[in-house]
């Protein structure tokens, strides 16, 4: 799907995954902002939408969060620390601690000053969740989901708790929507930037697009569309839904 429809009806463009990463591209290499700053809106983002989905009393329940190695986990594992840093009960699993390497790896070293719970795969089956983080695999999915990310999906998608993806569900081709494996169904998916064009899927089930601090002329040197003026004006996440 090519764009997407705001609540205020504000028709907002996606991107493919190549639009995406030249947008990363020129942000990161150039105009800034830089990873760091980029990976902390998304995580503080998401810690939100957490906090929202939970309620009030949400700091006395449970929350997972599943990351993977790349700059999905590194979003994930930065949502950690803030729910972390604001009192919040959270678990974070790392599907391959030893592979995290860069930003992703520094977010971790961050997590684990927070006083957050670091769990391994092997201590799934003895944790409870009201609420579960999938940052594993995000748009640079290559094939179908193998070893400790095909262990994770699977582990969401038995249990109740509804899970909130960042950026697409796992599994899920952010291009294309396909899934060529197993995948995570969720109840939320939290896109950063722009939608993704594979997120008109069930899988995505609600989706909100996170602002992350990308200005109109990365865009503009990217060659990709912004998003409509005032998209943002009332705050830094928005609800979007398929355009008919
Ligand atoms: N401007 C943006 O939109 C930003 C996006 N970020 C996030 O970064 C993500 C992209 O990060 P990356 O390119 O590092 O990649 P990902 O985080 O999507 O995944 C990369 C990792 O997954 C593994 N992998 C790929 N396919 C697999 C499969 N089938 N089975 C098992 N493992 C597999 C790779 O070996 C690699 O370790 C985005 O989706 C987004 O969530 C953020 O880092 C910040 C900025
Ligand atoms: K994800």
Not at 21 to 46: F, K, S, T, W
Not at 109 to 134: K, N, P, Y
Not at 139 to 157: E, N, Q, R, T, V
């Amino acid at each position: 799907m090519d764009s997407f429809v705001s609540e205020a009806g504000l028709v907002v463009p996606a991107v493919t995954t190549e639009q995406m990463r030249e947008v990363d591209r020129v942000a990161i290499e150039g105009i800034g902002p830089n990873l760091y700053q980029m990976m902390e809106n998304a995580g503080r983002n998401l810690a939100l939408s957490c906090v929202e989905m939970l309620g009030e009393g949400w700091a006395t329940s449970s929350v997972v969060v599943l990351a993977g190695t790349g700059g999905n986990g590194g979003g994930g594992i930065c949502a950690a620390r803030h729910l972390a840093n604001h009192g919040g009960q959270v678990t974070l699993v790392v599907s391959d601690v030893e592979r995290l390497a860069g930003v992703p790896a520094e977010q971790l070293a961050l997590f684990r000053a927070s006083g957050g719970r670091l769990a391994a795969i092997g201590d799934l089956g003895t944790l409870e969740t009201s609420l579960t983080v999938d940052a594993v695999l995000g748009y640079s999915l290559a094939g179908a989901p193998h070893g400790a990310a095909a262990d994770l999906i699977g582990w969401m998608s038995q249990g109740p708790a509804p899970v909130v993806s960042l950026d697409v569900p796992s599994g899920v081709d952010a291009t294309t929507g396909e899934a060529p494996g197993v995948h995570v169904r969720a109840a939320t998916t939290m896109a950063l930037a722009l939608p993704k064009t594979g997120l008109a899927v069930d899988a995505t089930g609600e989706i909100w697009l996170a602002d992350i601090g990308i200005p109109a002329g990365v865009l503009e040197r990217a060659r990709v569309r912004p998003p409509p003026a005032g998209l943002f004006s009332k705050g830094y996440r928005v609800r979007l839904s398929w355009s008919s």
